[in-house]
Nanobody, 123 residues
Framework: QAPVVESGGGLVQAGDSLRLSCVASGRTFGNYMAWFRRAPGKDREFVAGISWSGGSTSYADSVKGRFTVSKSSAKDTMFLQMDDLRPDDTAVYYC?????????????????WGQGTQVTVSS
């Protein structure tokens, strides 16, 4: 079983919504979970993160007000609700898990990564 598994990507039009899910197995369950994305020709970037114990959240400026990260502790699942999608949101979205977090936006803080799910937004 993969340590973290994403699902929910797809092809949508600008203005549409999608909800991504990430399921983490018990061994890879971390104190902080986050979503990153990588667009073609660009570096991986932080999108949103959530503290599993306190529920505090963090967002990249580019998605604030449009994306919402949440969790279901009972199901060990993290979600990313993406509304008002734009063509520049097109990317492969990755789920990541960290045991100890210092800087949510720093990929090096995360120990486990999923395979990614493709999100494509057409204009």
């Amino acid at each position: 079983q993969a340590p973290v598994v994403e699902s929910g990507g797809g092809l949508v039009q600008a203005g549409d919504s999608l909800r991504l899910s990430c399921v983490a197995s018990g061994r890879t369950f971390g104190n902080y979970m986050a979503w990153f994305r990588r667009a073609p020709g660009k570096d991986r970037e932080f999108v949103a993160g959530i503290s599993w114990s306190g529920g505090s959240t963090s967002y990249a400026d580019s998605v604030k007000g449009r994306f919402t990260v949440s969790k279901s502790s009972a199901k060990d699942t993290m979600f990313l609700q993406m509304d008002d999608l734009r063509p520049d949101d097109t990317a492969v979205y990755y789920c990541a898990s960290a045991a100890v977090i210092r800087t949510p936006a720093s990929p090096s803080d995360y120990l486990y990564w999923g395979q990614g799910t493709q999100v494509t937004v057409s204009s």
